[in-house]
């Protein structure tokens, strides 16, 4: 087997009285991604670090906020294209494992819905995704609640 590994990361600036969607799932809060897309940070995180893996580009490459085609698109379908570009390479994601940085509003409670939607789009188990969740202790602009940002590492390989 040949193994590649992948790095990714994003942010989104926060905005009062925006959808907040992360990792496929809407969480109620009073603020949201500021994005041309749904702004789902750990989404597009993922999607870079996959890209990264075969030197493929970012998502930005693939997926430009200059087009109409990509305003509002749900991430999910972001991803889903990504792996589908992997597999036309003869590679498919072994495993994830991403870290969320936001100070509030407390996320383990989606936790596990947002592996579950990773894992449905890449074609997963559950098990092969990790998602963590983190304040910055009120330092930086998670901590000052001005944004959010997400890192992802990925194993891809071909049999």
Request: with cysteine.
């Amino acid at each position: 087997m040949k193994f590649r590994i992948g790095h990714g990361y994003d942010v989104h600036a926060l905005g009062d009285g925006l959808r907040l969607v992360l990792g496929g799932v809407e969480i109620p809060h009073t603020k949201g991604c500021i994005a041309h897309s749904d702004g789902d940070v750990l989404i597009h995180a993922i999607c870079d670090a996959i890209l990264g893996a075969l030197a493929l580009g970012d998502i930005g490459k693939h997926f430009p906020d200059s087009s109409a085609e990509f305003k509002g698109i749900d991430s999910r379908k972001l991803l889903v294209r990504v792996v589908e570009l992997i597999a036309a390479e003869g590679y498919r994601v072994g495993n994830i494992d991403s870290t969320i940085a936001m100070q509030q509003p407390k996320l383990r409670p989606y936790i596990d819905s947002m592996r579950s939607q990773i894992a449905q789009c890449v074609g997963l188990d559950v098990a092969d995704v990790s998602v963590k969740a983190t304040t910055t202790e009120h330092l930086g602009f998670e901590g000052e609640q001005k944004g959010v940002s997400a890192t992802a590492v990925v194993l891809i390989y071909k049999e």
